[in-house]
């Protein structure tokens, strides 16, 4: 499940935050003063969901492909509806943030809001789903035009 590196982290105690590249494979990353800008780039805004839970993405990333699995993490944290959570594209980081709105690790509660939030109900799916084609066929347009 985690490779030697994460687990290193977990033994380690470290603050940990999760990245999700856009190949949606989730992975554990050490918090530091550099870990918004090695994981979504240099210009990074921010959705906040319940608990703290903090998203991070890039705002210039050119990445057409919508993050899927970085989108669910944020439909199940922030309780939005499927009409209404953002579409995230790119790599995302998640992460709990300090007082002065830096990112620290996740605590016990925030990862388990991310565990135990909501998952997409068979309609949502589908609404998430035809928001996505939507999108997709928007960049295609785009790259057309």
């Given at each position: ?71 669910l993490n944020l439909f199940a944290a ?12 790119g790599p995302v980081l ?52």
């Amino acid at each position: 499940m985690f490779d030697p590196y994460e687990q290193a982290l977990l033994w380690a105690g470290s603050d940990v935050g999760i990245v999700v590249p856009p190949d949606e494979q989730m992975h554990l990353v050490a918090i530091s003063d550099a870990v918004v800008n090695d994981s979504v780039g240099d210009r990074a805004d921010t959705l906040t969901a319940h608990g703290g839970v903090v998203f991070w993405f890039g705002s210039t990333d050119p990445s057409p492909a919508v993050n899927r699995m970085a989108t669910l993490n944020l439909f199940a944290a922030a309780r939005l509806s499927a009409w209404t959570v953002p579409l995230l594209h790119g790599p995302v980081l998640i992460t709990g943030v300090d007082q002065d709105g830096k990112p620290s690790g996740l605590s016990e509660a925030q990862l388990q809001l991310l565990r135990s939030g909501a998952g997409p109900n068979r309609w949502a799916t589908v609404i998430l789903r035809a928001r996505e084609r939507r999108a997709e066929r928007r960049r295609r347009a785009r790259e057309r035009a």
